[in-house]
């Protein structure tokens, strides 16, 4: 179990990484208009996104084995904690937001994202906030 807990940790860990750096690149690209620059962070963001699809699964993966390593041949009844929906859910906003930075990455390649680098500064607090709130749910367990 503690193996499966500590990959779990990792690659969480490598992934908020992504997610915290992806949109601030963002931020960057919103106010480039050089061609050279641009193609630097696209270059930049696109093996970002590489690293964060690999993160992502590790993170997936990581999770289903602790949780039935945690709970065994009860994880249905481990699974219905209110606490660990919340998570869930909150983790279900974040696999949404890093599919989002996907997509923004094909909008900018493509020439039609048209959002400013202000707008990518309030997005880029979003998985912060969502963190905060999954570790506490984590540690606290209020429900």
Request: net charge positive.
């Amino acid at each position: 179990m503690l193996w499966f807990k500590t990959f779990h940790i990792f690659f969480v860990v490598s992934w908020f990484a992504c997610l915290f750096y992806l949109p601030r690149l963002f931020v960057n690209h919103a106010n480039l208009t050089d061609a050279k620059e641009v193609a630097l962070l696209a270059g930049m963001e696109h093996r970002l996104i590489k690293m964060m699809r690999f993160t992502f699964w590790g993170t997936l993966i990581s999770a289903v084995l602790l949780v039935y390593s945690l709970a065994g041949g009860s994880w249905l009844v481990y699974i219905q904690q209110g606490w660990l929906i919340a998570k869930l859910i909150l983790v279900a906003l974040l696999v949404f937001y890093h599919y989002w930075c996907i997509k923004i990455h094909h909008n900018f390649n493509a020439g039609t994202e048209t959002r400013s680098h202000v707008w990518f500064r309030v997005f880029n607090e979003i998985p912060a906030f969502a963190l905060f709130a999954i570790i506490y749910l984590v540690i606290a367990k209020p429900f």
